[in-house]
């Protein structure tokens, strides 16, 4: 089965972010936006869920903020305690200070890296990968907005020609 | 134009009315004689605390000698730099009645510095949060910042208070360096005479530096420089509202790049002089930033909650929650600005253990176990927690919720930096701070509410004010 899509080419942002708020309001489903940069207020101008990043990257500072712990519990408590400096060496809590540095490093580490990989997971992307934009100018300076082509063909290109796009073409998608 | 409601007046009125009479209460009250000492301790005793143990045990004659000849209160400072070197066979000869004469002269003197410290603490506290808001608004105008300009008229109403707060907590300085109290050990008569028995080499080697001329003039060029830019950042602020170009803009932004220079300079040494004084043997290098962050933090949450105020009231319609966002972002971040501070300084002296570095730790962690950590739950834990969450830093009641949360914190920070060097450990959070506290609140409030009368609340010609107005997330 065959869809048919509109692809609306524009040449500004403002003018995309003005398109987006009509095509919106006229009730036309917006399958994807491509643009060369991130358009600021664009997800919310779209209407996007917001995103759960920020709870994974919580999640994973608080798995980093453990690890550091337990780690360090049993290289330097446990496995093979050490008298550094005169500081108690068989209590993790005494020499916790000591220990700051390395589970705020961790923290770090894991909440940006897991964060990374979770973003290219979500985002489906990984090396390799074939690009998905359909239209090589989104790469440089032209916006393109796709969108779900229903009832009168004719009429929605008129609709789309008068927000401001430089070209509107009806595409078969697979 | 924004007027000031009766309301707000009166609780300000109120606030210092109940604070001078708090104050005054705290000075009468103070113990005059080693007879009413007695009497304290003996209540205190029969009440279960062991203050009066826990102080006798580390005297020795040349301690003793020490300790008064410096009429101070400090335990914490000269003693016990000084234990190492002193001769243990003093201790033969000691007797438990002198001592304890000497333990009841020395919590005297903590009990008379009392209403002293606890008038300091509060009067630096709220100047310096004016002064950090005037860095902060000095920041957003050579950053040329586009988000702020909505919020201009409400920090310099904040700044406002500067004039006040630094007149009274430079009379304040003058009085002590007029031996008014003893909040300063370093400004005991002999500490500079090698044949005096109060002599101290450690500070007599500063003397060059630390000497209550010198410490008075620095202060009168510090106070009088950040008051000069106040004065004219202001007055070209005002100024801009009926210009027609950005020349007068085009003044204050450089105005506010060669006051952040003067300011970075000055801060550090105001800290030194204010408050690490107060150790004189002890020093950290950081400590300038790390006083910094304290009133910095203090000062954004305080922009905010006025903030929150003004709109909640009607006024400021082009404050959106994208303002406050982040505000509380500032606030998030300076507190966790000054945990990294706070922590370099502890860890490092915790770490290397030098007695003449840590003793500022363990005087702290054994006489103001609370506060000590209190304040960093007050100040890291729970900001860090509740405004680490997007929309929390949306919600206005959060905001004045951990803005309130901050301020407790970082009072306690202050009283944790001064309180131990003047009254040791006979500190209270009684009748005489409380007050001081609410005299300089409502002071703060009146002068700045006052102040955010006499100008519109937008200021309108602001070159970046469209950007201001539509400024959002």
Redesign the interface.
Known sequence: MSTKVLHVLYNDDDVLMEAVHATRSAHHHIEEVYTPFPVHGLDKALGLAPTRLAICAFIYGVIGLSFATFMMNFIMIEDWPQDIGGKPSFSYIQNMPAFVPIMFELTVFFAAHLMVFTFFMRSRLWPFKQAENPDVRTTDDHFLMEVALHGNEEELVNFFKNTGAVEVKVIDKH | MYTFSNKLKTFAFILMALGFIGIAIGFVKAPKTTEEVEAILAAEHHGGHEVVAHDVKVASHEQIAQEVAVDSTVVSDTTKVVAPVVKHESHDDHDAHAEHTEHVKHVLHSLQNKPWAALYVACIFVMLISAGVLAFYAIQQAAQAGWSPVLFRVMEGITAYLLPGSIIFFIILVLSGMHFNHLFVWMTEGILDPTSPTYDPVVAGKSAYLNVPFWLIRAFIMLAGWNAYRHFSRKNSLAQDEASDNVIYKKNFKLAAVFLVFFIVTESISSWDWIMSFDPHWYSTLYGWYVLASFLVSGVSVIAIITIYLRANGFLPEVSTSHLHDLAKFMFGFSIFWTYLW?SQ??LM????IPEEVVYFITRIENYNLPFFGMLILNFALPLLIL?N?DFKRLTWLIVMVGIIILCGHYLDFFNMIMPATVGDQWFIGVSEISSLLFFIGLFIYVVFTALTKAPLLAKRNPFIEESKHF?Y
């Open positions: 922590f502890f860890m915790w770490y290397s253990n680490i997007t959002h």
